[in-house]
């Protein structure tokens, strides 16, 4: 039977002609076709088109009548709305009383002229059920729309007791409540699954923080004892020195007491000089004067000046340089020791003509 006359299972009882191809297996739903046109909704039925999935989906409370004649099916379609008793081609011959309806209603098929002034008066199509695929919103108002309400029909009907009772929601109702809370519970363990994260992240970050605080409050402590040990430390000596003798007695202190060559030379670092050059200049003029320098060259050979290479003042000179300028070589420092030991006696010169035009 190609022709199926079925009852749909809203809250109206309206009716319609569908092919046996857009029922479900079960006969339980039925497809319907989202045309505008009442003539595209004809053929469609016809020739039994395929489903397609912009179709929506409605339940099938009954199946009144089928045929495999479309006129028969559309002759049906007209006797539904006044009887709640139908039977196919097959069952005519055994049943043949009729219950009147007790108002009448609207078909779901028809393209007749006859047709089609019924077909003015048709009510909106009712709600769906249950519809198994998703519709844009555009197609639902198509559906609902005054120019489309001539494929819907309604039809009071007085329905089994049972069915009213029993009517459940379609398993698809199930299965997608289920989905939400599945997906609210994912939700959920997501949420609880971030917060823990940011817990532990914010825990974390605590305790990186009190580390640098603990390790500034070090430096801090270290840069007070740096400053203080940059200081000029306590010597029982003047500087610049300025005899030969005290040189000596300069050199051998710090011979014996380590801890001042440690702190005399980090004081020396402090005094400034960009170069090799300059940074080595300024310690030896810090150090010893000009009449001093006079009595020494580097090595002491060939001449009547003592060596100042011998002595640990150069050391001290030295490793304060290097100290300050990291590219410093011990070469490069004392070559500039040498000249500036070599030029003391002019610089002596020139400091006692100075003092003599002062005085005059």
């Not at 519809?131 to 329905?159: C, F, G, N």
């Not at 698809?172 to 949420?191: C, D, I, V, Y």
């Not at 000029?232 to 001042?260: A, D, H, R, V, W």
Request: some cysteine; glycine content about 4%.
């Amino acid at each position: 039977m190609a022709y199926v006359i079925v009852e749909f299972g809203d809250e109206n009882g309206r009716i319609g002609a569908v092919h046996k191809s857009w029922l479900t297996p079960l006969k339980k739903q039925a497809y319907w076709p989202p045309y505008k046109e009442q003539e595209k909704f004809d053929k469609a039925l016809r020739c039994g088109e395929n489903v397609q999935s912009s179709w929506t989906l409605w339940s099938v409370d009954r199946i009144f009548y089928q045929t495999d004649d479309i006129l028969k099916a559309r002759q049906k379609l007209k006797e539904a709305e006044f009887t709640s008793s139908l039977e196919s081609e097959c069952d005519e011959a055994a049943n043949t009383g009729r219950q009147k309806r007790k108002k009448a209603s609207r078909k779901l098929f028809g393209s007749s002229e006859e047709d089609s002034e019924e077909e003015e008066e048709s009510l909106p199509r009712p709600p769906p059920i249950k519809r198994s695929t998703v519709t844009s919103r555009k197609e639902a108002a198509v559906l609902k729309s005054p120019r489309h309400s001539h494929l819907v029909s309604t039809r009071l009907v007085q329905r089994p007791t049972n069915q009213t009772d029993n009517f459940q929601s379609p398993q698809t109702s199930k299965g997608t409540l289920h989905h939400q809370n599945a997906a609210e519970q994912s939700r959920e363990q997501l949420t609880v699954t971030v917060v823990d994260k940011l817990i532990a992240l914010v825990a974390r970050v605590k305790e990186q923080n009190d580390e640098i605080l603990s390790w500034i409050a070090k430096q801090d402590n270290k840069n007070t004892n740096n400053i203080s040990s940059f200081g000029m430390p306590e010597i029982p000596f003047s500087l610049p020195l300025q005899t030969q003798q005290e040189l000596l007695e300069f050199n051998s202190y710090l011979i014996n007491n380590g801890e001042k060559y440690t702190a005399l030379g980090s004081y020396l670092t402090t005094l400034g000089g960009d170069t090799i050059t300059s940074k080595t200049n300024r310690i030896l003029k810090n150090l010893i004067s000009d009449s001093v320098a006079s009595q020494f060259n580097f090595y002491g050979q060939r001449s009547t000046k003592q060596a100042f290479s011998t002595l640990l003042v150069k050391s001290l000179i030295v490793d304060a340089v290097k100290k300050s300028i990291s590219n410093a070589t011990d070469k490069a420092i004392e070559d500039t020791i040498k000249t500036w030991l070599k030029h003391a006696q002019e610089r002596l010169k020139k400091e006692n003509v100075r003092k003599e035009k002062i005085q005059s």
